[in-house]
């Protein structure tokens, strides 16, 4: 076995990631890319009711910290979707 063998591609590395507007076209088949660029990206989420892709299946984690994924706390819905340790 020589180097390559043992190095992680990056994408292996980060398989948690937030959905981002180019992850919505494939949602927008009939609509045009003017329509998707007017709305914002936390309409498109509660909309289509996903966040991120985790594991390669759409999950819904509104509710916990989009970066570490951890449950929220009440007093932390002031940081908009992020624990005060990732804002």
């Known amino acids: 076995m020589n180097c390559q063998d043992y190095m992680m591609n990056i994408k292996d590395l980060n398989e948690n990631r937030l ?16 329509d998707l660029k007017k ?30 994924l951890t449950p929220l706390r009440a007093d932390y819905r002031c940081h908009e979707n992020y624990c005060m340790d990732c804002q």
């Open 39 to 68: 709305i914002s990206i936390n309409k498109l989420r509660s909309t289509y009711g996903v966040t991120h892709l985790i594991n390669g299946k759409y999950k819904d984690m509104r509710g916990n910290c989009f970066k570490c």
């Open 19 to 34: 959905l981002t507007k180019k992850d919505f076209d494939s949602f927008f088949d009939g609509h045009n890319e003017y």
